[in-house]
C-alpha cells in the first residue's frame, strides 16, 4: 500500500482574477523551494475571464493583437500555447514536490489526465487521450487543457476542465495551438451539470491519482491576499 501524503487545500468559493491567483502558486512554491519536506499543496477555483500564453507560446495563435486584447492577457511560466479561463471552468493547481511523485514531467503530465478520465468515469464518460497531444478530450472535444511548469522539481500550474463555462471566448484564439480540435464541455453531454457539482469529485479523482490526503491550511500556512 502506497502510503498517503498530506497536503493543504486552498479553495476559493468565487471567481477570481488571474494574478492573484498566480502569486498564491508562487508563494506556494516558494515554501517548498526553501523547505522540500514541507506539505504539498492544491489551489481549486474559477478564474474570471482571461486568456494565458505558456512561456514559448507563439502569439500567432492570437485572433487579435497581443496589446489590445479583448480580456486580461498574461504570459506565464508554464508550457503550451494560448488557452481561456471562465467561470464555470475549473482550474486545479498543483504545488507539488514532484520528487515525492516519480520525477518526471511526463509522467505528472499523464497522471494529470489521469484525474480527469477517472472524474469523467464516475459520470459514465469516457474521456480519451490523443498521442502526442496533452489534455483530455470527449466525444471529439477538448474538454481539459493541461500545462505545467516546474522549479526544482516543484510544480506550478495544473489543469482546467470546461464544466459549464461560456467558450465563447475560445473563439478569439487558436486554443492550446490546435486549429482542428474544438474545445468541448460537459454540460453539452450532462444537461444540468455545474462547476460546483463536480468540485468535491475533482479533489478526490486528484487526492487518489497522487495519494494524498487534502485538508485546510492551518493558521500559519495561510497565503497573502487569498
Known amino acids: 500500500m502506497v502510503s498517503q501524503l498530506d497536503a493543504i487545500l486552498f479553495e476559493a468559493p468565487r471567481p477570481v482574477a488571474f494574478e492573484p ?11 517548498l523551494l526553501a523547505t522540500p519536506q514541507g506539505p504539498d499543496a492544491v489551489m481549486l477555483l474559477e478564474h474570471l475571464p482571461c486568456y494565458t500564453l505558456g512561456r514559448g507560446a507563439s502569439e500567432a495563435f492570437l485572433r487579435f493583437p497581443a496589446q489590445a486584447s479583448p480580456l486580461p492577457l498574461h ?18 493547481y498543483p504545488v507539488l514536490n514532484l520528487r515525492r511523485h516519480g520525477e518526471d514531467l511526463h509522467l505528472y503530465l499523464r497522471a494529470l489526465e489521469q484525474v480527469v478520465i477517472d472524474l ?10 490523443i498521442d502526442g497531444l ?35 471566448g475560445f473563439q478569439a ?7 482542428d480540435r474544438p474545445v468541448g464541455r460537459l454540460v453539452d453531454v450532462r444537461p444540468g451539470l455545474t462547476a460546483q457539482q463536480l468540485r468535491v469529485p475533482l479533489l478526490q479523482a486528484f487526492a487518489r491519482q497522487f495519494h494524498l490526503t487534502l485538508r485546510p491550511p492551518r493558521h500559519h500556512e495561510q497565503l497573502e491576499g487569498w
Open 134 to 168: 496533452t489534455g483530455v478530450w470527449l466525444q471529439g472535444r477538448k474538454v481539459a487543457a493541461i500545462g505545467v511548469g516546474a522549479r526544482r522539481w516543484i510544480s506550478q500550474h495544473g489543469l482546467a476542465l470546461n464544466v459549464e463555462a461560456d467558450l465563447s
Open 120 to 129: 469523467l468515469a464516475g459520470l459514465g464518460l469516457q474521456g480519451e487521450r
Open 75 to 92: 504570459r506565464i511560466d508554464r508550457g503550451g500555447e494560448v488557452t481561456h479561463h471562465a467561470p464555470g471552468q475549473l482550474v486545479l
Open 21 to 31: 491567483a498566480w502569486q498564491a502558486q508562487r508563494q506556494l512554491q516558494q515554501r
Open 173 to 179: 484564439v487558436v486554443p492550446c495551438g490546435l486549429a
